[in-house]
């Protein structure tokens, strides 16, 4: 599987629409090589076929147009070594320079949003391997030393800092860029052949988040596809209370939230005190929360009447997606707020939701008694509460 996503985010776009459907690529190269040809590869399945190919003038000039039904994954090469990623829209004029050496590293380009935001990522990600490449040298230059040792100690100290850098980089990098693909690229970038900037042990929030965020918007593309699958199988191999570390520890308060409902109404989740409250984050696009769904309607209708409530906040984006999908799930029973502002709604860093599903239990003071709580496990915690 993770071979075959890496064939698919070597060329990922954003899909919008556009009414003209012919893209034209305008490029130099520098140092040009007299005769030479430049190829454009189109991604088809899991193959790269080529569309198209040009003499490259003596000066490195070349164009290529191309009529495109739908946004398309191609790669602009010189041979298989040395390519540029492109995600090419249709209607998009391109403009590059590049050195014929280096394609992937372009000195200019635009006209295409992806295709830039790829190639910034590519050079933060050079240069982090370029100082780690340093960092080897020096120490091939101390071999047999009698202070290797040391030297070893203060080399790992300093490859640490360059990787959590590039670590920070990455998840700022899908933080800032949700809605476009190139976000599922930056999940399986590496340093070095089987050395990965996120690492699903340590990173699996990220992976999570990105398969949240891209599932609704691709829901068929079978890169997404691929990615929704391999997240759902990283989870069911980790113990569910392992899974999201509680950002506010048990007996706290946690901050008030103060959102309105379908209707229009402002519900402030301390409205609630008095009952145990499960606040509970979801969005009506997020699979593993319509899958819990289920759960919380069998929670509320056996503990409802025994002063059990639920405040559920949805990140969806739309009034009609969000409404939909409570209307799909039955879960008309209990409150429901947003802001419909998806990633940017204000209870995602007032609370440093980082995915969904995400739950805190409270008690009739608006105290942690539980967070995350899902399938079984919330059962088990509400029939404690109230049955005993």
Not at 13 to 28: E, F, R
Not at 55 to 75: A, D
Not at 179 to 194: D, H, K, M, R, W
Not at 290 to 307: D, F, I, M, Q, T
Request: hydrophobic share 40%; proline share 5%.
């Amino acid at each position: 599987m993770i071979r075959h996503l890496l064939l698919f985010i070597i060329v990922l776009a954003t899909l919008p629409g556009c009414k003209n459907n012919n893209i034209a690529i305008k490029g130099k190269l520098i140092n040009p090589v007299s005769g030479e040809y430049i190829y454009l590869d189109e991604l088809r399945s899991n193959d790269l076929v080529t569309v198209d190919s040009v003499p490259v003038s003596e000066e490195g000039t070349f164009s290529l147009t191309r009529k495109i039904e739908f946004p398309s994954f191609y790669l602009l090469k010189t041979d298989e070594s040395n390519f540029l990623t492109m995600l090419l829209e249709p209607g998009q004029k391109i403009e590059l320079t590049a050195d014929r050496n280096s394609l992937n590293f372009p000195a200019y380009i635009s006209g295409s949003g992806g295709t830039e935001l790829m190639a910034e990522y590519n050079r933060k990600l050079q240069a982090t391997i370029d100082k780690l490449a340093g960092l080897r040298e020096e120490y091939v230059q101390n071999l047999g030393s009698p202070q290797l040792y040391i030297v070893m100690t203060r080399l790992d100290s300093i490859a640490q800092i360059y990787l959590d850098d590039i670590n920070s980089y990455t998840k700022k990098y899908i933080d800032e860029n949700l809605t476009s693909l190139v976000i599922l690229a930056a999940l399986y970038q590496q340093v070095a052949p089987g050395e990965y900037v996120l690492n699903p042990g340590t990173d699996l929030q990220y992976f999570i988040r990105v398969d949240s965020a891209l599932s609704i918007l691709y829901p068929d593309y079978e890169p997404v596809k691929s990615l929704h699958e391999q997240v759902r199988n990283m989870i069911s191999e980790i113990p569910e209370q392992n899974l999201i570390s509680p950002v506010i520890p048990r007996g706290s308060e946690v901050p008030e939230i103060t959102l309105p409902n379908p209707e229009g109404d402002t519900i402030r989740l301390s409205s609630t005190r008095g009952n145990v409250v499960l606040l509970d984050f979801w969005a009506a696009w997020c699979s593993p929360c319509r899958k819990e769904n289920p759960n919380l309607v069998k929670a509320y209708n056996l503990y409802h009447n025994k002063g059990f409530q639920i405040y559920q906040v949805s990140l969806d984006r739309t009034r009609e997606a969000w409404v939909q999908g409570i209307q799909e799930d039955n879960l008309g029973e209990w409150i429901h707020v947003s802001d419909v502002k998806y990633w940017n709604s204000a209870v995602v860093p007032l609370y440093k939701i980082e995915s969904i599903p995400s739950n805190y239990l409270l008690d009739r003071e608006g105290r942690v008694i539980a967070s995350d709580l899902r399938g079984e496990s919330l059962q088990i915690k509400l029939a404690e509460l109230f049955d005993n």
